[in-house]
């Protein structure tokens, strides 16, 4: 078993708690009186961590869904080639979706199941990821909410992995390279 050193925290727990309380309360705030609950939708496995306290700050009714899509294999440099592993159970049509993203780096992934989502006639389709790269984008997508940009290095923890390592760190740091 391999194991790298973590060179700097960059996300720490108090950031962490502060970020996720204002996603919360900005989604909440961001629909009007729904006519049936929010989907939202996680995309798996990063989104675990930070899926599972998001959705204690969100005050307006809400189911929770899944989906894995690989981009990456096991590697730092994104593929590019974006696949459905594993899709929704829920049926999106007519209703509002959110999808939960751990990271948007090059922008692929959410840009590809973004455009998915929308072929099923949902009423509306907003993202929020928990961290974002914008200088590292390629694919152009919109990120309705927001945690935190960062810079174009690449992190681990809080349900972010290396070789599915690391998800368990509860802060974000950054793997000596
Ligand atoms: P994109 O398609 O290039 O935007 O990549 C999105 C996916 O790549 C995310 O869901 C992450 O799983 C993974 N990813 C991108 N950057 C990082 C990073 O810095 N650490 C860990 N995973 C990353
Ligand atoms: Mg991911």
Redesign the pocket.
């Known amino acids: 078993m391999q194991h790298f050193e973590i060179t700097k925290k960059l996300v720490d727990e108090d950031e962490i708690k502060t970020i996720v309380k204002r996603l919360g309360a900005e989604i909440s705030a961001g629909y009007g009186s729904l006519e049936n609950e929010l989907i939202v939708i996680g ?1 798996l496995r ?1 989104s675990f961590v930070f899926m599972a306290d998001l959705i204690r700050e969100i005050k307006i009714p809400l189911v929770v869904d899944f989906m894995t899509v690989s ?2 294999g096991d590697g730092t440099v ?1 593929s590019g080639d ?1 696949k459905i592993v594993m899709d929704v159970d829920l049926s999106v049509e007519g209703r509002d979706v959110l999808l939960v ?10 840009a590809k199941v973004v455009r998915m989502m929308k072929n099923r006639k949902p009423k509306s389709v907003k993202t929020c990821t928990f961290l974002n ?1 914008p200088s ?1 984008r390629i694919s152009d997508v919109q990120v309705d909410f927001c945690g935190k940009d960062i810079d174009d ?4 923890g809080y349900g ?3 070789g599915q390592s690391y998800r368990n760190l509860p802060y974000v740091g950054v793997l000596k390279p």
Do not use: C, H, N, Q
């Open positions: 995309l990063g981009s990456y994104s974006v993203e751990d990271i948007v780096d090059t922008g692929r992934t959410f790269k590292a290095e690449f992190v681990v972010l992995d290396y």
